[in-house]
């Protein structure tokens, strides 16, 4: 029987959109002669459904109509239950809908890329592909990954971070250290956000607070980071695991402004979005091949400190002037999975996909041969049974 690999993807977060794109693009590339492909859409209200007609764009176009001619499903928490079960039981019949034998999460940003789903599906225990809960925590924020990077002797750019709340309450003392360990410009992000959501620059105290405000409407922790003007952006793939993995070649994206846009990212210039492979870039990137494996080489790096798996990209800055080189961010999930990074490196999309799964299966397949609880029941042998014996003093 064909490998049932279930796609998830949509969900509650600004990059809904962008997440549909990328999945389809996925979906459409898997060899259906080896593989079974089960779409599951996530809603942005957190509805999950399953059909034939997520398989096509077009009909996103009419969200009500679309989930009309789909089924509303779930899975259980329970270790070792891959099904996929409707939501509402009939009458006569059974429930599961089908069985998963693997998962490619493809939800980018909040509630999906962040560990958020990953958790969930370490807890069933179902083969999955990418970062598991505790890379996708570290690689979805901002300051975490930065400090990790930092402490592991990865260069980033110098920055500032705060809570929504401190703020509110601390807003002088804040400016002033900002002002004084930075100094303008800078650039100011959402911590936990991609695809350039809530990103402003600020020139003047004025601009930060506009900026900052306008952050903290996505984030409850907010960045802010020195701003290399005459910067290049540069980024690179990595694929495999955090002990076995490869870069792809690199692209330098075009951008209209002080950073890449939304619209840089996904429109492309083109009258509708097409995911990361629409945007104008340059691949691979005209670069020195001194930087270009410097590059290469702090994109691999990234991958390994943060215990990554799957396909994650990086994205750096060089700095134009005096040619150093920073990390910026990781997307543990990237837009359409950069395919196209792939390809230009010999790896086709459909083996791409292919490699994926490989790399669920492989990781599974190791975890279950570590101890994860110990044969034993101390209530059976008398401990505890007193109530406070087992408490520490």
Excluded at 96 to 116: A, M
Excluded at 278 to 292: F, H, V
Excluded at 334 to 354: Q, V
Aim: charged share 25%; with cysteine; net charge negative.
């Amino acid at each position: 029987m064909k490998t049932n690999i279930g796609v998830f993807f949509g969900g509650r977060s600004t990059e809904h959109e962008i997440s549909v794109i990328s999945a389809s693009q996925a979906m459409h590339a898997i060899n259906r002669e080896r593989f079974d492909v089960t779409p599951v859409y996530i809603t942005k209200d957190g509805k999950w459904y399953t059909g034939d007609a997520l398989l096509e764009i077009e009909n996103y176009r009419n969200i009500n109509t679309l989930l009309a001619r789909c089924r509303q499903v779930y899975m259980r928490p329970e270790t070792g239950n891959f099904n996929l079960y409707l939501s509402r039981k009939p009458f006569l019949g059974k429930d599961i809908v089908t069985t998963l034998d693997v998962v490619i999460p493809v939800l980018h940003g909040s509630n999906g890329e962040d560990g958020t789903f990953e958790g969930l599906l370490e807890t069933i225990g179902i083969p999955f592909a990418g970062c598991n809960t505790l890379s996708s925590a570290n690689g979805m924020d901002k300051i975490t990954m930065k400090m990790i990077l930092q402490a592991s002797g990865i260069p980033v750019v110098d920055y500032v971070w705060f809570t929504d709340k401190q703020w509110f309450k601390q807003r002088d003392e804040l400016t002033a250290q900002i002002e004084s360990t930075i100094g303008y410009p800078v650039i100011i992000k959402p911590a936990n956000l991609g695809s350039s959501v809530g990103i402003g620059r600020a020139n003047n105290r004025e601009e930060l607070n506009v900026r900052i405000d306008e952050a903290e409407r996505y984030s409850t922790r907010i960045i802010v980071e020195d701003l290399v003007e005459n910067l290049q952006e540069i980024n690179c793939s990595v694929l495999g695991d955090c002990d076995d993995y490869t870069m792809s070649v690199l692209e330098e994206p075009i951008k209209t402004g002080d950073f890449l846009t939304y619209e840089d990212k996904y429109m492309g210039g083109t009258k509708g979005a097409k995911g990361m492979q629409a945007s104008q870039k340059r691949i691979p990137a005209d670069l020195p091949s001194d930087e270009t494996e410097r590059i290469r080489y702090l994109a691999g790096e990234t991958f390994r400190v943060l215990s990554c798996h799957g396909v994650s990209r990086v994205d750096v800055i060089v700095d134009r002037d005096t040619r150093d080189i920073y990390v910026n961010e990781i997307n543990t999930i990237p837009g359409s999975l950069s395919f196209y990074l792939w390809e230009a490196t010999g790896l086709s999309f459909d083996k791409l996909m292919e490699r994926l799964v490989a790399l669920a299966i492989k990781r599974r397949r190791e975890l279950t041969m570590k101890t994860q609880t110990y044969d034993r029941n101390i209530f059976a042998m008398g401990g505890g049974t007193k109530g406070t014996k087992g408490i520490k003093k």
